[in-house]
């Protein structure tokens, strides 16, 4: 095997173990867990920090050589500009969904990407509710508890399923609200479920036809990014853009077709209010 598919390999039984240890974290403390807020409607709690440190010890364990970014680190812009010039980087959301977790809504996940020089090449999702593992290395397609994922073959967008994410401080007039309003009337319907990891694998998965957000940050997405195009669907950043992890948004689609018209409501959208 190449030095580099090896490391890969062993860097995927080491994610998947770490996710599945943070995931019972988050079970277990799912009754105590405590709450504060980050700023307005942005909340962590002691379960991201103890599921975070759970997973950076295991991979800085195996890979002492590696550098790690996980959303309640101290410094992530340090590690941004960084982040090209990292031969591997790990990045982590140790609890994508956490208002759903905090109401204990079961619609949460561990996300766990392995950069190499800034291109992702290992995704890692759990759903520790669902027992739900997806996993997608680069090149190799993409899992669903070992079964091959396959994106949605919809491609008109008045009989797709699409999901939007919102940051915590929307408001009456962001573009998000004016994009959701012409989504909602032109789509088959809508739905904001709380974990955009998750809506990237649903995308993959064909339970979602498509997807779109802005506002999101790397660790959001590194990993359900791969997931997603590793079983056939179409990303870009908005404007058809090539898709940028760094970037803060996406689009992303099952099809090509359904990509291009929901791209194409959502610039209109962006024009109407601009
Ligand atoms: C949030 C979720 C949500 C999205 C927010 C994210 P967090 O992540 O992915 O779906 O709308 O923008 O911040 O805070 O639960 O890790
Ligand atoms: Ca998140
Ligand atoms: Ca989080």
């Given at each position: 095997?190449?030095?580099?598919?090896?490391?890969?390999?062993?860097?995927?039984?080491?994610?998947?173990?770490?996710?599945?240890?943070?995931?019972?974290?988050?079970?277990?403390?799912?009754?105590?867990?405590?709450?504060?807020?980050?700023?307005?409607?942005?909340?962590?709690?002691?379960?991201?920090?103890?599921?975070?440190?759970?997973?950076?010890?295991?991979?800085?364990?195996?890979?002492?050589?590696?550098?790690?970014?996980?959303?309640?680190?101290?410094?992530?812009?340090?590690?941004?500009?960084?982040?090209?010039?990292?031969?591997?980087?790990?990045?982590?959301?140790?609890?994508?969904?956490?208002?759903?977790?905090?109401?204990?809504?079961?619609?949460?996940?561990?996300?766990?990407?392995?950069?190499?020089?800034?291109?992702?090449?290992?995704?890692?999702?759990?759903?520790?509710?669902?027992?739900?593992?997806?996993?997608?290395?680069?090149?190799?397609?993409?899992?669903?508890?070992?079964?091959?994922?396959?994106?949605?073959?919809?491609?008109?967008?008045?009989?797709?399923?699409?999901?939007?994410?919102?940051?915590?401080?929307?408001?009456?007039?962001?573009?998000?609200?004016?994009?959701?309003?012409?989504?909602?009337?032109?789509?088959?319907?809508?739905?904001?479920?709380?974990?955009?990891?998750?809506?990237?694998?649903?995308?993959?998965?064909?339970?979602?036809?498509?997807?779109?957000?802005?506002?999101?940050?790397?660790?959001?997405?590194?990993?359900?990014?791969?997931?997603?195009?590793?079983?056939?669907?179409?990303?870009?950043?908005?404007?058809?853009?090539?898709?940028?992890?760094?970037?803060?948004?996406?689009?992303?689609?099952?099809?090509?077709?359904?990509?291009?018209?929901?791209?194409g409501r959502l610039q209109a959208a962006e024009h109407d209010i601009y």
């Amino acid at each position: 095997m190449h030095k580099m598919d090896a490391l890969v390999h062993d860097a995927m039984q080491v994610g998947i173990e770490a996710a599945q240890s943070a995931g019972k974290i988050l079970c277990d403390m799912l009754e105590t867990a405590t709450v504060r807020e980050k700023a307005p409607k942005d909340l962590v709690t002691d379960a991201d920090v103890a599921a975070q440190e759970c997973i950076e010890g295991r991979i800085l364990a195996a890979f002492p050589s590696h550098q790690f970014l996980g959303e309640e680190c101290s410094q992530p812009d340090v590690i941004r500009a960084m982040a090209s010039n990292v031969e591997w980087l790990w990045v982590v959301d140790p609890l994508d969904g956490t208002v759903n977790y905090v109401h204990k809504m079961p619609n949460f996940a561990v996300s766990i990407a392995l950069m190499h020089r800034g291109q992702t090449v290992l995704g890692i999702v759990l759903d520790p509710m669902a027992q739900e593992l997806y996993v997608a290395t680069l090149g190799q397609g993409a899992t669903v508890n070992g079964r091959k994922l396959q994106s949605s073959t919809c491609t008109k967008l008045d009989s797709a399923l699409i999901a939007a994410s919102f940051p915590p401080q929307v408001q009456k007039d962001s573009l998000e609200i004016a994009q959701f309003v012409d989504i909602l009337v032109h789509s088959q319907s809508i739905r904001r479920l709380g974990s955009a990891a998750l809506n990237l694998c649903y995308v993959a998965q064909g339970r979602l036809d498509a997807y779109w957000a802005g506002f999101l940050k790397v660790w959001d997405v590194a990993a359900g990014a791969l997931i997603a195009t590793e079983s056939g669907a179409i990303l870009s950043s908005y404007g058809g853009k090539q898709h940028d992890p760094w970037g803060g948004n996406l689009i992303v689609a099952g099809s090509r077709q359904l990509h291009k018209e929901l791209s194409g409501r959502l610039q209109a959208a962006e024009h109407d209010i601009y």
